[in-house]
Each structure stands twice: as C-alpha cells, then as structure tokens.
C-alpha cells in the first residue's frame, strides 16, 4: 500500500454539507428551527478546530438554492440567522485574521446582507492563513449556467477562442476562482448525496459521511474524518 506524506495526511480544503439540523431538532420534540439555532454554534466550534488542525479552506453549504422552497417561516428564520451571524460571528472572525468569501446567489437577499457580504469580502481579502467560504444560496447547476454565459460572452468579445477553452478557463469563471478544490467532502446526517454541491470542484475529492446530525458534530468527529482522509490512497484517475 502506498502511504501518504505525513503533510499529505491533512486536507488542505474541506467541504462539508452541514445536514440534518430539522432532525436533530424534531427528535428532540423542539421546531426545526432550534436545530439551525444549535447547528450555528457548531460552525464556530468545527472552524475552530479545523485552523487548529492545519486545514487551509473550509467552504460550508448552509443553504442551497433549493433551500427557497422550504416553508416561509423556516426561511425567515435561516435569514434571522444568517444575518446575525454575519454581525456577530463573522465579526470575531475577522478579528482573528480569517479571510471570509461568500458563493451562491447574493441577489436573492435583501439589501442590507448583500452589503455585508461584499464588505467582509473586501475587509478580509488580504488574510490568507485561514479561508472561510460560505456556500449561501448556492447551487453548482447555477454556478456553472452563470460560468457557462461568462464564457460564451468573453469568446462573443474575443477574448479567447473557443479552441482555447480549458480546465483553467472554467475554473476562473466559477464562483469559486482562486480556490483550490475540495480534498475532502463531509457531509452529516446520514443522506450520502451531494445535493448540488460544487459539482465541478469535488470531481476527485474523497467523499466522507457520517450519520451524526450536524448540531452533534464536534472536535473529535472532525478528527475522525481527517484520520480516514489520511488512510485514503487518493487517485485522480492517473495509474
Ligand atoms: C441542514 O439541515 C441545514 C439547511 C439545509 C439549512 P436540514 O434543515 O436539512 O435538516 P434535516 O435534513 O431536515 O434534518
Ligand atoms: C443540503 O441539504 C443543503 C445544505 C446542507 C445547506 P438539504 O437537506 O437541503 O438537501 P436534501 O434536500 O436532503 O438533498
Ligand atoms: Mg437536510
């Protein structure tokens, strides 16, 4: 068996699709809500640990397109949310030098959280020990037809010609430019779904799933997954 470096045996970029919030909440006879409530203090205690244990990019999916259809109420609450985590939470994190991006559809917000997402972009944009991306209102199939019309416009204005067009030119138009690919996937709750993740960006990560609801997720559920990442012998379809 080939056995990694010892610097290879922690992924420098996990993503992780944070599941399982309404469960953990509707087990325990509370409103869904309560269990975004709790899963937003997870957040925090798992960024934590994942800068402690050296890990460079961690991109969170805490609401996908899809997640609209969801019941009004539910919504209102998840936006609440958001919006005081972008106060509080984020705050601290830029106190802490983390640099800060957001994916997804920002438009679909109201005002004042656009404005806060493209301050804290701008604020933390020359940090880069630690990088937080958070996947709000995000849906690969959206991110690619956006990608897909940039580059049909840029060949329409001739800046490159179609024969050009590669790998590169694809990743510099997705929303997540600049950052290297997911190494690790996590994804909580028992569903083993990627459910319009960064379709492009996991073509080779390691995919890892747990059946612990994310509110429930700590310190040492994160380095049980880094540890089975590390026993990965990981192929990018090379021999
Ligand atoms: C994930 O938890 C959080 C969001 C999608 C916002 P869910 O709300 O999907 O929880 P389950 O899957 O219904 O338990
Ligand atoms: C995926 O979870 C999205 C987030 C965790 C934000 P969902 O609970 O929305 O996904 P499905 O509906 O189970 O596929
Ligand atoms: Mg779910």
């Known amino acids: 068996m080939i056995t990694k470096p010892e610097d290879d045996k922690i992924p420098k970029h996990v993503a992780i699709i944070m599941d399982g919030n309404g469960r953990w909440a509707t087990e325990k006879g509370l409103p869904r809500t309560e269990g975004h409530k709790e899963g937003a203090k997870t957040v925090k205690i798992i960024l934590e640990h994942a800068k402690k244990r050296g890990i460079k990019y961690v991109t969170l999916y805490a609401f996908s397109s899809e997640n609209w259809k969801r019941p009004k109420e539910e919504v209102k609450v998840l936006m609440d949310l958001f919006r005081k985590y972008m106060k509080e939470d984020v705050k601290e994190l830029q106190k802490k030098k983390v640099r800060v991006s957001f994916i ?5 917000f109201p005002e004042d959280m656009q404005e806060r997402m493209n301050e804290v972009e701008r604020e933390t944009a020359d ?7 958070l996947a709000l209102s995000y849906g690969a199939r959206d991110d690619m037809i956006a990608a897909i019309k940039h580059i049909a ?10 024969s050009n ?39 080779y990560a390691e995919l890892y799933f747990t ?4 509110p429930d997720f700590n310190e040492q559920d994160l380095d049980i997954a880094i540890e089975a990442y590390g026993r990965r012998n990981r192929r990018f379809g090379a021999v």
Not at 104 to 108: K, L
Not at 153 to 162: N, T
Not at 211 to 214: D, F, G, S
């Open 104 to 108: 997804g559809d920002r438009t679909r």
């Open 127 to 133: 940090y880069n020990d630690f990088h937080v991306i």
């Open 153 to 162: 416009l840029d060949v329409m204005d001739r800046k490159y010609m179609i």
């Open 165 to 203: 067009i590669d790998e590169e030119t694809v990743n510099e138009a997705l929303s997540t430019h600049g950052i290297p690919y997911p190494d690790l996937v996590i994804r909580t709750s028992g569903e083993q779904r990627i459910s319009n993740f960064l379709l492009w960006e996991i073509a």
């Open 211 to 214: 059946p612990i609801y994310w």
